[in-house]
């Protein structure tokens, strides 16, 4: 059950980041101005993109699965 919830939330969360990239024009999304400061204008951003939106919405796809499939990965 835990990895259904962690699954869920995950996948909730990276969904959120997608949406404050689309329809808030990144609002809320404090740490990306830092990134893009250290890292450039589009590393930052690929950084970012990839930790807060596709590792979240691929572990919360696999905790799902995991459930469906019976696996206790917690």
Do not use: N
Request: no cysteine.
């Amino acid at each position: 059950m835990a990895s259904l919830i962690f699954g869920i939330f995950a996948l909730l969360f990276g969904f959120y980041t997608i949406y404050l990239r689309i329809f808030k024009d990144s609002q809320g999304l404090e740490k990306l101005d830092s990134m893009k400061k250290t890292y450039g204008e589009k590393a930052g951003l690929y950084i970012h993109v990839i930790f807060y939106t596709i590792i979240p919405i691929v572990v919360g796809l696999l905790g799902i699965v995991a459930y469906i499939l019976g696996i206790h990965i917690f």
